[in-house]
Nanobody
Framework: QVQLVESAGGLVQAGGSLRLSCAAS????????MAWFRQAPGKEREFVAR????????VYEDSVKGRFTISRDSAKSTLYLQMNSLKPEDTAVYYC????????????????WGQGTQVTVSS
């Protein structure tokens, strides 16, 4: 069982930066594919970024490429999302998610979710 706890988000002006973190508890953090999702008001939850279990491979949603960076620190069992050049359309609740490597390779689904943290970008 994995528990995920996101750091507090915040309010930032357009063009600003914010770093989210997600602390994972449970064994073998390095065996999990990790990702960030977000859900804006009135919209469905959408994928933002994913990082492989070893950290060597990352994937980004097109609208955040070049602005957001996902990373992980296995020693601290923590996932990060560095967000730069923020835009009002980045306003959403951000969720971290985890999937064990073995199940993700079969289903592509995430088994564990954090509680979400609000990020608001003002224009």
């Amino acid at each position: 069982q994995v528990q995920l706890v996101e750091s507090a988000g915040g309010l930032v002006q357009a063009g600003g930066s914010l770093r989210l973190s997600c602390a994972a508890s449970g064994p073998n953090f390095s065996h999990y594919v990790m990702a960030w999702f977000r859900q804006a008001p009135g919209k469905e939850r959408e994928f933002v970024a994913r990082i492989s279990w070893g950290g060597g491979s990352t994937v980004y949603e097109d609208s955040v490429k070049g602005r957001f960076t996902i990373s992980r620190d296995s020693a601290k069992s923590t996932l990060y999302l560095q967000m730069n050049s923020l835009k009002p359309e980045d306003t959403a609740v951000y969720y971290c998610a985890a999937a064990h490597l073995s199940s993700y390779s079969k289903s592509g689904q995430y088994d564990y979710w954090g509680q979400g943290t609000q990020v608001t970008v003002s224009s």
